[in-house]
């Protein structure tokens, strides 16, 4: 069994995947992990990977042709991914919406080290609605693909009011 999650910046991806996992006795692999160690690796932010990205594919295919051979290779798993959905297509896919002012105070309690650090929850939220933007426009550019059309996902949880094991439990009935 594949498991992919996708969702919005701050509705539990990670978290939920990793404890999912651990819960039904998975893998856990997460793209936005990878992508944060490489844009880390070249000195960069996540943002300043994605603003590259803009106009440059490799920043997306190159963890995008990882995911696709991971999802050609292995079994029982689960990936937190934008795209997992797409490239891994025999799996489970559950989309995770949140509303991005939560999800702003989310991110701003715990930001992550690939991040430029924010002072305020406001800019926060301006940052990952740039961010989903972005990625939304790159992934309509490089694969003719809307990741935010929930006609992909065989479930779309709504997080925003619900506690990480709500979610695990919603999931593991699907499941």
Known sequence: MII????????????????????????????GDLRGKMAMERGLTIDQLNEIGMKEDWTDKKVDEYQKELGEREDNFVIDSWLGFHFVPHSIKIFLYVDLEVGAERIFRSQ??????????????????????????????YYGIDFLDRSHYDMVIDTTNLAINQVIEEITKLV
């Open 4 to 31: 992919t999650i996708s969702g919005l910046p701050g509705s539990g991806k990670t978290a939920v995947g990793k404890l999912l996992a651990e819960r039904i006795g998975l893998k856990f692999y997460s793209i």
């Open 112 to 141: 992550r080290e690939d991040e430029e650090k924010k002072k305020t929850v406001e800019e926060i939220h301006e940052m990952i609605k740039k961010r989903v933007k972005q990625t939304d426009e790159r992934y309509k550019k």
